[in-house]
């Protein structure tokens, strides 16, 4: 089914005008719905192309990194499918340093196979070497999975390609290992195929041909799960005959060769120049057992050559065309040998065929190394070169021979420089990881120590910051006793004052009394007598001074009457406690009102009771001014029922009694009520007010 363009348009419209609309919010679905129709829809390549650039572009402009990375990985899958690679490596790269950013390891491990995959297809294996290793970093070594066991295949493919053996089958190995945790599948049987056919050209080319065939028949058995795996099947068949032939079994060679020629009709379709290779390897191995046919094995050997030449299979031709100049060269030896012990025959008889050979030799061995030149196959080009040095002239052999030198020393160079490089750039790698993980560890020290330096900052001003307190609170607690103590000095010496105070009152009584009163007694009674005297006036005065010795003597009773009572009690008490809350008030900036009743004797209250009393009332006026924020307090005392009443009110903003943590103050206040065996109780809510209520009993201190 196909869609109108029309539609497309529509929808594409409508998809813009969603994320001008709304970026912040509808952008991210615009984009799902972008890839999602790239990914669904049976639309052209270039419609497609277009929804991933504008899922790009709506991307760069939301900003956000984890978008931008989704929407350029769908955009480089369309680049890689259309085989725009131009495109396609440089956003790659741009996708690494985005998951870098965002330590997204799976889309990290995605783009560096992606670019791996992409240099080894262009035969860069330095290039996919390193972006393939840097693969392996981003994988779980706890969590095995096929997708590493086919990095790992990579990197021993790489490696064995470029005679890296010990790295390759080192690879290798542990690749098989990853696989043998993980369940069966036709991916894990493709793997396990490959990954034994590349152990076993590493056997077979280190000379350990016995586990080479081993490996073979591994790489066969896996192959024959596989679906689609026939050609893998025929190619190890085709390997597992050259080892045999690499071992000296030439029979067991031939043997297997010949079992893949009546599946020609199966291969041939896919790969043309099969055929030919399996019968150019009977012809190669007759030759190099020694015991053949001439006429027989150069029929091979030339149909082989001649189907390569026809396809231009350059590899095959000039390994063929390689294999006829050692073919005619042993026809050539044979010749020279017999023409010289032939009874009868002449030497110049023979000549013709031996120099027609040695012509032969120099044509297809000059052709086979002229190939190997032009595609840099050292192997081939060093045999050419020997064949070629065994048929030529001594000046002719020695130049060839000297470049046999050259080239066996610059390839042995080559595999020991390359060697070396894929050691080298694994080492880094590793020493790379190895260095970040030793940052990552200083990192996670230094991080471990930084807290508990803080930590321990934090405690040793906790500890300081609480020792400070403590010695504040001793000192107020020394202040508060010193005060007290001073207190107590003060009402004993008040004591001592009232005390002196009524004995020189009793004593200047006494005196009155015995004294004056006496003398100003006797003085009426003489006066009194003067009444017996004749005279009105004389009368009318003794009378006046009668009556004002009356007055004297009322008035000095009087005197005497109230200096022999004792100071009105509790008014020194009530006086101290008036002057605090006058002093308190006036210190806070607050409005005081203070009652009290006549009731209460102070003085015959204890003077530990009124000390406690005296410090709840300052504590309360300390709480007020801190903590109330009130404008009015009032005190008073009454006493109900032999029980002091002391209540304390502000109009402050109150507290929830029942949420709130009590401080020192009120702390303080409760212990000092319960230490003259009392009751406190405070009333309070937000807003409203606070009020405190000591009740006191009413103890009479008996002297």
């Not at 402009?61 to 680049?79: G, H, V």
């Not at 840097?134 to 994988?139: M, N, P, T």
């Not at 080192?170 to 493709?190: H, T, W």
């Not at 190890?236 to 599946?263: H, V």
Request: glycine letters at 4%; one cysteine or more.
């Amino acid at each position: 089914m196909t869609q109108n363009p029309s539609y497309n348009f529509l929808i594409v419209l409508f998809l813009l005008t969603c994320w001008a609309h709304g970026q912040s919010s509808d952008g991210p679905h615009v984009i799902d719905s972008l890839i999602t129709r790239c990914k669904t829809s049976n639309d052209p390549y270039d419609k497609k192309l277009e929804d991933a650039l504008l899922a790009e572009r709506i991307s760069k402009e939301l900003n956000i990194d984890s978008i931008t990375l989704k929407a350029q990985r769908n955009l480089a899958k369309m680049y890689f499918e259309n085989q725009q690679y131009d495109r396609y490596i440089p956003l790659n790269k741009s996708n690494i340093e985005l998951a870098q950013k965002l330590k997204d390891t799976s889309a990290l491990a995605v783009a560096s196979i992606n670019l791996g995959q992409y240099y080894w297809g262009i035969e860069e294996n330095d290039s996919a070497y390193f972006y393939f290793i840097k693969a392996l970093e981003y994988f779980d070594p706890k969590k095995p999975s096929e997708d590493e066991a086919e990095i790992l295949l990579f990197l021993a493919t790489i490696q064995e390609e470029e005679k890296a053996y010990l790295g390759a089958e080192e690879d290798a190995v542990k690749a098989v290992r990853i696989l043998n945790q993980l369940p069966s599948s036709n991916n894990a049987n493709y793997l396990y195929s490959n990954l034994y056919n590349t152990l076993a050209i590493i056997s077979n080319n280190v000379g350990n041909h016995e586990k080479a065939i081993e490996y073979y028949d591994k790489t066969i058995a896996y192959a024959k799960k596989m679906r689609y795996g026939f050609l893998t099947e025929v190619y190890a068949t085709n390997n597992k005959a050259n080892a045999y032939r690499n071992s000296g079994d030439f029979n067991k060679a031939i043997e297997i060769y010949q079992s893949l020629l009546p599946l020609r009709n199966k291969y041939e379709e896919d790969d043309p120049t099969f055929y030919a290779t399996i019968i150019g390897n009977i012809g190669k191995t007759k030759l190099m057992s020694g015991q053949f046919s001439f006429k027989e094995t150069e029929n091979d050997i030339r149909k082989a050559y001649d189907t390569a030449k026809a396809l231009g299979d350059e590899l095959l031709l000039m390994d063929t065309g390689l294999d006829l100049a050692k073919l005619y060269l042993s026809a050539t030896e044979k010749n020279s040998v017999s023409s010289g012990n032939v009874e009868g025959s002449s030497e110049v008889e023979y000549m013709p065929l031996i120099e027609r050979k040695t012509d032969t030799v120099v044509k297809y061995a000059t052709e086979a190394l002229e190939l190997a030149r032009t595609n840099s196959v050292n192997q081939i080009r060093q045999d050419a070169l020997l064949t070629l040095a065994e048929v030529s002239g001594t000046e002719d052999a020695k130049e060839l021979l000297l470049e046999h030198i050259h080239v066996t020393d610059s390839v042995t160079a080559l595999e020991r420089t390359r060697r070396n490089k894929f050691a080298r750039v694994k080492f880094d790698t590793e020493q790379l990881e190895a260095e970040n993980e030793q940052i990552s560890r200083e990192n996670l020290y230094l991080l471990v120590l930084s807290i508990g330096l803080l930590l321990t900052a934090i405690l040793i001003y906790i500890v300081i910051s609480q020792r400070a307190k403590n010695r504040k609170l001793k000192l107020i607690q020394v202040q508060q006793k010193a005060n007290e103590e001073i207190y107590n000095l003060m009402l004993q010496q008040q004591d001592k004052v009232d005390e002196a105070r009524s004995l020189e009152k009793k004593r200047i009584s006494e005196e009155l009394h015995d004294g004056v009163l006496g003398r100003l007694f006797g003085t009426r009674l003489s006066l009194d007598s003067i009444n017996f005297k004749d005279g009105k006036e004389a009368m009318t005065n003794r009378a006046n001074y009668i009556g004002q010795l009356k007055t004297i003597e009322e008035d000095i009773r009087k005197i005497s009457h109230e200096l022999n009572t004792d100071f009105v009690s509790g008014t020194r008490f009530v006086d101290i406690v008036s002057e605090l809350i006058d002093n308190q008030s006036q210190a806070y900036g607050l409005k005081s009102e203070f009652k009290y009743t006549d009731d209460i004797s102070w003085d015959l209250v204890s003077n530990k009771t009124k000390i406690n009393i005296y410090r709840i009332i300052q504590e309360s006026l300390q709480n007020v001014y801190k903590h109330a924020k009130a404008k009015t307090v009032k005190i008073s005392f009454s006493l109900e029922n032999d029980v002091i009443c002391l209540d304390i009110t502000d109009d402050g903003q109150g507290f929830d009694t029942t949420k709130h943590k009590r401080g020192i103050g009120l702390k303080n206040m409760t212990s000092r009520v319960k230490g003259i065996d009392g009751d406190i109780a405070f009333t309070s809510q937000v807003g409203k007010g606070t009020t405190v209520r000591v009740k006191i009993p009413y103890t009479i201190q008996h002297a």
